[in-house]
């Protein structure tokens, strides 16, 4: 039974109180958890310890990696040891310049960029599976693909609006929602 939120019906409404909200669990905290903190022996150095807290370890896919928020956060990964880095972009031509930027300074890594439309739902599945396939298991996902909206709200189209959403907000679901479903068949 399909029960609207905007009904006036009681007994409908009543029964959306009875639902079962999902819920998750980030961590347990054990040593066997995916999410677990890294353990160090006590012999270790502060340095090492330090370093060893930040490492990122897998390979990532980053959402509107040329732009600077989302070039800095590819940028830091590579710096922090990730093994491999899917950069997700509506324009793959515009983002040749830092990929060859980022493949220099990081020879050692695998680093690929995928020309995809976030908005998408076939587009996006099709990129992390190829992501996947290039890169091995997924382990992060960063979205920083977005519009900005430059024009005052009061002379904006119902078109506009609906385009910034659907980039900023249902791009970024359907890329978690893909990545998600990967991870867990993975075991990541």
Do not use: Y
């Not at 070039?71 to 793959?92: R, Y």
């Not at 587009?123 to 979205?143: E, F, I, M, S």
Request: glycine share 8%.
């Amino acid at each position: 039974m399909t029960i609207s939120l905007f009904t006036d019906d009681a007994t409908a409404r009543d029964e959306l109180s009875k639902r079962a909200i999902p819920h998750m669990v980030l961590s347990e905290g054990c040593d066997q958890s995916l999410t677990a903190p890294p353990t160090f022996e006590f012999g270790a150095n502060a340095t090492d310890c330090a370093l060893g807290r930040f490492r990122v370890n897998g390979n990532a896919i980053v959402t509107g990696g040329p732009g600077t928020p989302g070039l800095t956060a590819c940028t830091a990964l590579l710096e922090h040891g990730i093994s491999g880095l899917a950069i997700f972009d509506v324009n793959a031509a515009q983002s040749e310049r830092q990929l060859v930027s980022l493949k220099k300074r990081f020879p050692s890594r695998i680093i690929v960029c995928f020309q995809v439309d976030l908005t998408d739902e076939t587009a996006v599945q099709q990129a992390v599976d190829n992501a996947a396939k290039t890169l091995g298991p997924l382990n992060h996902l960063l979205c920083f693909s977005g519009i900005v909206g430059c024009v005052n709200a009061m002379d904006m189209s119902a078109a506009q609006w609906r385009r910034i959403m659907d980039v900023n907000t249902t791009g970024s679901f359907l890329c978690t929602r893909a990545v998600a479903r990967k991870m867990a068949k993975q075991g990541t």
